[in-house]
């Protein structure tokens, strides 16, 4: 009867062995497999994206900054600087009384 090698252990143990090798292999082409999937997938998200897409209009200085409550619609939006404006009375006749009417087509007398 010829004994096995000493490094070589029960046949059990061969087994064992032999498995987690095997899984060690297939858990590696798992994630390189993983990988490929990641990276395809990237590089078509890259080739679908708008390459530096340029603004569609010319960007102009705003006067005053947003307000974003009043964008929001939480406060009303209020002007940045108080206008003057002229007295309503002055620029506009009352509604009670009509205006004056010009008679261009009168006869002369």
Sequence with gaps: MSEPAPLAGTRSERIQRL????????AMVMLVGLADVVISRAQ????????????????????????????????PELPPEPTATPSQSATQPTQDVPPPASRTDAPAE
């Design 44 to 75: 078509l998200t890259e080739a679908e994206a708008v390459p530096e897409a340029a603004p569609t209009v010319e960007a102009t200085e705003s006067t005053a900054p947003r307000d974003p409550l009043a964008d929001a619609g939480v406060v």
């Design 19 to 26: 498995q987690i090798g095997l899984f060690g292999i297939g």
